[in-house]
Structures are given as structure tokens and as C-alpha cells.
């Protein structure tokens, strides 16, 4: 089993930044894949960005691609988003997950999920 902490979000003007970060425990050697996702009022959940647990391989969706960046810190089993130049279409809950599989946007193919953090742009 694997556990997901997310934390970070808030409210924050239109142009602004902030960074969200996933705290891993358990068993995080079976991770492949890290990855946040997001779901807006409204909307299905989509995924955002994915990380490679073990390697360099980053993957972003078009939409928040030169905005968002995400990175990871195996010695403290932590992901981060920092998200740049933020939208108000970029309002939603993101979550935090974890993935066994090689798929990285697919969020069937995700195991283990973070509770959320509620971030919203203000316009």
C-alpha cells in the first residue's frame, strides 16, 4: 500500500504561482508513475502532469504545458507541482496520485489517490 498527502493549494490571483506538494509512505518502491490530476466544479477529472518515479521522464497536459512544472524528491518520497501564470480555468482539486503501470494519463491505470487540495484562481 502506498498513502498520498497532498498540500499547498489556496487562492490566488489570476498571473500568480503556487506549489502543491504530495507526500509518499509505505510502499514506494512499487511506484512507476506519479502524477497530479484535476477535476474542476462541474467537470471530469483530467489528468495534469506525471513524473517517472525513477527516472527523468516528465509528462504534461497541453494545456498547462510552460506553466506548470513537476518534479520529484526521492529522498523525501515527494512530488511537486509548481504552477505559474496561473488561470482561472485552472481552478479545481487536484489530487495526487500513484501508479504501478507505465501508462501515465489514464486515471484507471492509477492505484493509490491523495484526499485533494482545493486551489482556485481568482480572476
Known amino acids: 500500500q502506498v498513502q498520498l498527502v497532498e498540500s499547498g493549494g489556496g487562492l490566488v490571483q489570476a498571473g500568480g504561482s503556487l506549489r502543491l506538494s504530495c507526500s509518499a509512505s509505505g510502499r514506494t518502491s512499487s511506484i512507476y508513475h506519479m502524477a497530479w490530476f484535476r477535476q474542476a466544479p462541474g467537470k471530469e477529472r483530467e489528468f495534469v502532469a506525471a513524473i517517472r518515479w525513477g527516472g527523468a521522464s516528465t509528462y504534461y497536459v497541453d494545456s498547462v504545458k510552460g506553466r506548470f512544472t513537476i518534479s520529484r524528491d526521492n529522498a523525501k518520497n515527494t512530488v511537486y507541482l509548481q504552477m505559474s501564470s496561473l488561470k482561472p480555468e485552472d481552478t479545481a482539486v487536484y489530487y495526487c496520485?500513484?501508479?504501478?503501470?507505465?501508462?501515465?494519463?489514464?486515471?484507471?491505470?492509477?492505484?493509490?489517490w491523495g484526499q485533494g487540495t482545493q486551489v482556485t484562481v481568482s480572476s
Open positions: 496520485a500513484a501508479t504501478r503501470y507505465s501508462v501515465y494519463s489514464n486515471e484507471n491505470a492509477y492505484n493509490y
